[in-house]
């Protein structure tokens, strides 16, 4: 397998990419948004563009592929640490061409899809993971009312 020679250029090179990434990942959702099958999903369109940015967040290459590295990042970063053979079993679980990588249309797919995977279940409950913010500075005078 060859492999991809990988420009690391930032600055104004590294924006037009961004941007072109962007544009390619918002066609993609523009063919959900006209598609039927998906037309009674609630906010559909503000869920795809939350989608979206997820998927850019984790494509850590930007080749439009979330492969096994990005995964294992992904789910370090995200607390839940995994082996190499259980982040091959969730990309399998999601991959539909058997290019053992999951590619934007298949995370979407999995995302609106009624099928519950592991990577699915995971991302959905990323936020709960999150601790609360701490607060600083002198507590707020409290009353005997508002005692419980």
Known sequence: MAEKKLDYQGGKAHGERLEMLDKKLADINEKFL???TYSEVENLA???AQ???KFMDFDLDQNLEIDIMSMKRMMEKL???KTHLEIQKMIKEVDTTGSETIS?????LMMLGGKSTILKLILFFEHLGHAEEVKTGIPPKRTLDSLP
Request: negative net charge.
């Open 46 to 48: 503000e869920k795809l």
């Open 104 to 108: 934007y249309h298949e995370f979407v």
């Open 51 to 53: 989608y979206k940015e």
């Open 34 to 36: 006209t598609d039927t």
């Open 79 to 81: 607390g839940q640490a």
